[in-house]
């Protein structure tokens, strides 16, 4: 089982920026797809960005242009890079590791997707 710490969380005025980081026990070249979520009290967690081995990714709208997720591979580490912060954007933010692949037209998941502690992120106004 993998284990995923993340660091970087913080307080920021709006309009700042913050860079998190998640270091995962594995070689994450090993690890299908990564990606970050986050939840406030009260609603869904929401998944932010995730990133694959071929470092294809893929945002939610409301940070596109914003968020930036890139990986590491030496480091064994992804990381989401957070530019003009939001009060929208407070909450705590969470790293995945997401083992399902398709292969021969099959969907393959032979490790359950592991989650790391959160981080919390703050921006005030």
């Known amino acids: 089982q993998v284990q995923l710490v993340e660091s970087g969380g913080g307080l920021v005025q709006a309009g700042g920026s913050l860079r998190l980081a998640c270091l995962a026990s594995?070689?994450?070249?090993?690890?299908?797809?990564m990606g970050w979520y986050r939840q406030v009290p009260g609603r869904k967690r929401e998944l932010v960005a995730t990133?694959?081995?071929?470092?294809?990714?893929k945002y939610v709208e409301s940070v596109k242009g914003r968020f930036t997720i890139s990986r590491d591979n030496a480091k064994n580490t992804m990381y989401l890079q957070m530019n003009n912060l939001k009060p929208e954007d407070t909450a705590v933010y969470y790293c995945?590791?997401?083992?399902?692949?398709?292969?021969?037209?099959?969907?393959?998941?032979?490790?359950?997707?592991?989650w790391g502690q959160g981080t919390q992120v703050t921006v005030s106004s």
């Open positions: 990133i694959t081995t071929d470092d294809s990714t």
């Open positions: 995945n590791a997401d083992y399902s692949i398709v292969k021969g037209g099959e969907i393959i998941s032979v490790t359950p997707a592991a």
């Open positions: 594995e070689m994450i070249s090993s690890i299908p797809t």
